[in-house]
């Protein structure tokens, strides 16, 4: 070998290593799709399609909230819980019509990120401390709201938002697609996305460039905690019950691994929706292909750890340049 | 002084960082019973020459001794075991816990049983304390005695180790006068019993107050060692800053001839204060001005700029901008008013390193660049390309991080992120720190520049060239007081050197108002 080709191996090795910190996850998604094309009897039909999309959508919602959080490099526990909160204020208040008690779930929720964000912005806590509060007292509290009991909803229109179609396509779906559109819009076209990044790329500098910190810091957990809201509300629909019980379990663990799998780092400063969508698509693509095999589901949770890692490891020389 | 074996000693060490010769052939020494000034400006290598003798770093070359023996430390953990104990200017004990359990941290007494001997450690840490004349009930918690108490426990639990070094690191900087009076009588008291100590500070003062000796570095080079006495403020001055008294002032820097002042001051700031930093601080700065704020380390010349900017807060005082109060404690405020400020730290404050040159360039112009929180992104391009050409900023593209690029064009990133603003007003903390001369006199010329077309400048330097040729004015700051004012031809380095040296010192924090 020449001397050339040794001396331009790390350069090559960085912009790989670069290259597949930003695509690994579409690459990911590609094998795993044609995995399953190939070896998943049923996989290519519509019905799996839409299945796997329904039960993508409160992940990916709670997800593009988490990436937010996370662009500030901050993380939120709290989603869950949330979506347990949501899940119990809605049979609550449906006697006055699902957009009441939706609506009512909304302001409860964005209140609770806000108090989240206020602990961080003003009080200087750490993010993970500050959002385990309403982590672990959070879906206490939504349990006594219903008296600890499933409450079955039978309010046609509500139970639409997470059963319905429009033009062959489950609303949960639509509504999840429309929130990273209007997220990614966000990120990429907004004083306040620029305020996100410029915050987790560098506070003091972003403080001394006159940028709002504390305000974008509560605004981004109160928006957290919204789509948690609305992620809680869907699976409440579909569900047929609000049951803070089981709703929303483990989800913000789901999140910040889609979040990460799709190229954001945790360490801020960067924030990929596109990333996330399809991180968090390959984290349901890897459930289903074991379910749908008959593979142990023990497994799925070892490669999605691995992924992980992975993911992790490659982004670990951002930000050493 | 008596010529004995030094207890603690430092031969020829060096100590390198990527890029920085932090340490080059240092040698120190320290007699037992001395009192040792370490001095020197900002990057003179005193707290790497420090690190190197705790075990904090092992130097690239050269020897450390301790008692007559060569050491390499492991860790500070090492080196007080040894017996060379380091206070730091934040005190590393145990804010919950009690005095008594602080002064005997790690290595408490305990009953036949193995149990904890509260009776004894209280006991004998009462025994500790008041043989140095500290007052403080031992078993209540640290956090409730005052910073002063709590340095003296610090040093209690130094000397209760059988310290015979002991490297205080600003010791007095958040202490009353009344404190430091007792914290000098605790060092006499150490150098009665036959311990070195080396005190680190930037007080002048209180060096000729506690000091014998003095060993002076400056950019990593021992420059000066001997006798305090032998030096006056002045000579001491002038040897941490590197100039020769008499030196004839040359010309060094891209600064041109003075510019064409305005009569009306643009920023007037009054009064500014904050406990222990600022002590009623004023300054005037008019259009076409560049005011230069002289100073040692820690006089308060960056408390002065980030107080004008709002971002450091103030216990009093006022910031006037064409006649308006601006709101003081509020970066967007001042901002909003015509004030710039490009920070010291480029690293941890000014750049953004993951962002692209474009997005480092309109951090600060976004509420101009956007509508109804929607960024323009013709009018951003447009800003960007005119100021990366106007500065000559060299990137890739737009796109490219800004964290890949030299120091020179990231200096120029910032100073575009500002400039893009039209400011009235440009407070400058150290522009050129860290870039290469190329990039320097280019900074400088365009610091000229902006003068001429009417911008008034406010310009931090710790190299005495660039403050004395480029200023129209000089306000000397010590102790976070103004001490002088120089302009026209009083403005040299002598001038500035003198007013530091015989500029009235109030005692710290005084006139706090309490």
């Given at each position: 070998m020449s001397r050339a080709t040794t001396e331009a191996r790390p350069f090559e090795a960085g912009r790989i290593l670069g290259w597949a910190r930003d695509n690994g996850v579409y690459v990911a998604f590609a094998l795993l799709v044609l995995f399953n094309a190939v070896f998943t009897t049923n996989f290519t039909t519509t019905a799996t399609l839409f299945n796997l999309l329904i039960q993508v959508a409160p992940v990916l919602i709670v997800s593009l909230g988490m990436a937010l959080v996370i662009g500030t490099e901050g993380i939120d526990l709290s989603v869950g819980s949330v979506m347990a909160i949501a899940s119990a204020i809605v049979p609550l208040y449906i006697g006055y019509g699902w957009p009441v008690a939706v609506l009512i779930a909304l302001v409860v929720g964005t209140l609770a990120g806000a108090l989240n964000g206020s602990l961080v912005a003003f009080v200087g806590m750490q993010p993970i401390i500050a959002t385990l509060a309403l982590f672990v007292g959070g879906r206490g509290l939504a349990q006594v709201l219903v008296g600890g009991q499933l409450q079955i909803i039978s309010d046609p229109s509500f139970l639409a938002l997470g059963q319905a179609e429009v033009l062959g396509i489950p609303l949960p779906v639509i509504i999840a697609g429309v929130l990273a559109l209007i997220v990614g819009f966000v990120v990429r076209r907004t004083t306040f996305g620029r305020y996100v990044l410029a915050i987790g790329g560098n506070r003091a500098a972003s403080y001394l460039s006159g940028h709002p910190v504390r305000a974008v810091l509560v605004a981004v957990y109160a928006i957290s905690a919204a789509l948690a809201t609305i992620a809680g509300v869907l699976a409440t629909a579909r569900l047929s019950a609000g049951d803070p019980s089981t709703i929303g379990i483990l989800i913000e663990l789901d999140a910040i691994a889609a979040v990460v799998v799709g190229g954001t780092p945790l360490s801020g400063g960067k924030v990929s929706v596109a990333g996330t969508v399809m991180g968090a698509l390959v984290m349901q693509v890897i459930t289903a292909t074991f379910i749908m095999n008959d593979l142990p589901f023990t497994y799925a949770q070892i490669l999605k750890a691995v992924i992980i890692l992975i993911a992790v490891y490659i982004q670990r020389g951002r930000g050493s340049v | 002084m008596n010529e004995r074996a030094p207890i603690l000693?430092?031969?020829?060490?060096?100590?390198?960082?990527?890029?920085?010769?932090?340490?080059?052939?240092?040698?120190?020494?320290?007699?037992?019973?001395?009192?040792?000034?370490?001095?020197?400006?900002?990057?003179?290598?005193?707290?790497?020459?420090?690190?190197?003798?705790?075990?904090?770093?092992?130097?690239?070359?050269?020897?450390?001794?301790?008692?007559?023996?060569?050491?390499s430390f492991a860790s500070p953990r090492d080196s007080q075991a040894a017996g060379i104990s380091t206070i730091y200017q934040e005190i590393n004990l145990i804010p919950m816990r009690s005095v008594a359990q602080n002064v005997f941290l790690g290595r408490e007494p305990r009953t036949r049983f193995g149990l904890l001997d509260t009776e004894r450690m209280n006991r004998e840490a009462a025994e500790i304390l008041g043989r140095y004349g500290i007052q403080a009930d031992v078993s209540a918690p640290l956090d409730s005695l005052g910073l002063g108490t709590r340095q003296m426990v610090a040093i209690a639990r130094a000397v209760s180790l059988d310290a015979r070094v002991v490297i205080m690191d600003e010791p007095t900087s958040s202490l009353e006068a009344r404190e430091v009076e007792k914290l000098f009588g605790v060092i006499r008291q150490l150098r009665d019993e036959d311990v070195g100590v080396v005190y680190v500070s930037h007080h002048l003062d209180e060096l000729y107050e506690i000091c014998e000796r003095v060993t002076v570095l400056r950019d990593g080079k021992l420059v000066h060692t001997g006798d305090l006495a032998d030096l006056s403020k002045l000579q001491l001055i002038a040897t941490m800053l590197g100039r020769e008294l008499a030196e004839v002032e040359g010309h060094a820097t891209g600064f041109g001839e003075e510019h064409e002042v305005g009569r009306e001051p643009v920023l007037r700031a009054r009064d500014l204060t904050r406990r222990h930093v600022l002590h009623g601080v004023s300054l005037d700065v008019r259009p076409g001005e560049v005011v230069g704020l002289a100073g040692l380390l820690g006089a308060g010349r960056s408390e002065t700029a980030k107080a004008i900017f709002g971002a450091q807060p103030l216990d009093s005082g006022e910031v006037e901008m064409d006649g308006d109060e601006v709101k003081t404690g509020s970066p967007p405020a001042a901002i909003k008013a015509g004030i710039a400020f490009l920070p010291e730290d480029r690293r941890s404050e000014g750049i953004i390193p993951g962002l692209s040159v474009r997005e480092n360039i309109v951090a600060a112009a976004m509420p101009r660049l956007s509508r109804a929180g929607l960024v323009s992104e013709k009018a951003q391009n447009e800003l960007v390309e005119r100021f990366m050409e106007r500065l000559g900023i060299k990137a890739s593209s737009p796109d490219q991080p800004v964290g890949e690029l030299s120091g020179g064009n990231q200096q120029k990133v910032m100073l575009a992120r500002w400039l893009c603003l039209n400011p009235k007003v440009l407070i400058l903390d150290e522009p050129t720190r860290g870039i290469d001369v190329g990039a320097k006199a280019e900074v400088q010329r365009l610091i000229d520049e902006l003068a001429d077309d009417g911008l008034g400048v406010v310009m931090i330097s710790s190299e005495l060239e660039e403050v004395v040729e480029g200023s129209d004015r000089v306000v000397v700051l010590k102790n976070g007081t103004v001490v002088g004012t120089l302009s026209g031809d009083e403005i040299s380095g002598e001038n500035i050197m003198a007013a530091l040296a015989e500029g009235g010192s109030p005692e710290n924090g005084e006139e706090a108002g309490e």
């Open positions: - | 000693e430092a031969r020829e060490v060096t100590k390198r960082f990527p890029g920085v010769l932090a340490l080059d052939g240092v040698s120190f020494q320290l007699q037992p019973g001395e009192v040792h000034a370490l001095v020197g400006e900002n990057g003179a290598g005193k707290s790497t020459l420090i690190k190197v003798i705790t075990g904090v770093y092992a130097p690239d070359d050269g020897r450390v001794l301790f008692g007559g023996e060569e050491v």
